[in-house]
């Protein structure tokens, strides 16, 4: 009898679904800063609304995601989820969920995650997709492998192939996963006007310097010490060299220490966290992503789309990015000597940097543009709700 009842159910839902192309989202975020993540988030949440769907979502309060939503007029729920087994927040979630009748539950974190799994054990309605967006390995303790191979995920999304290995490495089945590059406004990046010198005089850097960018969190994982070791060794070869840092994060002091005990602390500008990083991109001679880390970087692209050459670490899913020669010039992780050295060919040959500037942006526009990520989610919606009673959870085409 239950399985005959079940089966109405999946029957009324699919009748409810037939014809219908405006879906219900909730996109479920856990950070209260501003990172690649989050801006993700936001560029997804937005091209799906103006696509004619009813997008929401669950924030933590206070947060910059939650500021971001409120001046676009997307609904918000604040939910304080301060731990994975956060059981009132997912309680919560899953009685917004309800009212809402929400057709996919979208999380966007780690965390979220598993806030996405409480709520639908408390009765959240709804398919539920993951997003991963780190290259991390998944940790092997009891709960994350429940976590990971849980059949209560219909879907995986990985920004890149690389993540998408983590992902089947750490259990999941690879047919319940979808690689869907990570992408970038390249609205925001179209017609900005050259702020070169205007750039230049506000940070204190002189107009005939050679300078190099780095656009990110400052965190471990992202590799600056190594950038910043690589000073020294450029100065020798680049004598004009600067380098701009922009972008917070915990581990600001102990580089501004490290710029100080290597003596280059006069040719390095910490900027903080910007909102004009266009503006900021049109001062650079290079941009360097030095990262340990990465999933698919936000900064490379949007370096990428304003024709800046890129120098990068063979991390994560920068070689799925950067073409070493083609699109810019790649090195080992942790080596400040070749991070110098390729820095110094791209001064010292700065037609071949042009080059591959100029291919660095014809791919950008090609395949990571926000539209055709949105696109991309949106069919891995809808393939989800046609399949729901026809196929066992998660067993998803990979696009």
Known sequence: MAVIGSAAAIGRRRGRLAGRTQLR??????EKTWRGGESQTFNLMRGLRAGGHDVSAAVMPGGALARRCRDEGIPILELSMRSDADVPAAWRLAGQARSARCDILHAQTARAHAIGLLAR???????LVVHRRLDFPIARNPLDRLKYRSRRVDAWIAVAEVVRGVLIAGGVEPGRISVINSSIDLGRFTGVPDQRRAVRAELGIPQDAWLVGNVAALAWHKGQKDLLAAMPHLLKRVPSAWLVMVGGGEERTALE?????????SRVIFTGVRQDVPRLLTALDAFCMSSLLEGLCNSVLEAFAMQVPVVATR???LPELVEDGRTGLLVPPRDAQALAEALSRQHDDP????RMAGAARDLVHARFGVDYMVARTAELYARLLRTQATLPPGNIPRT
């Open 257 to 265: 220490a490290l710029a100080r005990a290597l003596g280059v602390e």
């Open 121 to 127: 054990l408390c009765g959240a309605p709804g398919r």
């Open 25 to 30: 989202i909730i996109n479920i975020n856990t």
């Open 315 to 317: 991390a994560g899913g």
């Open 351 to 354: 037609a071949a940097a042009r």
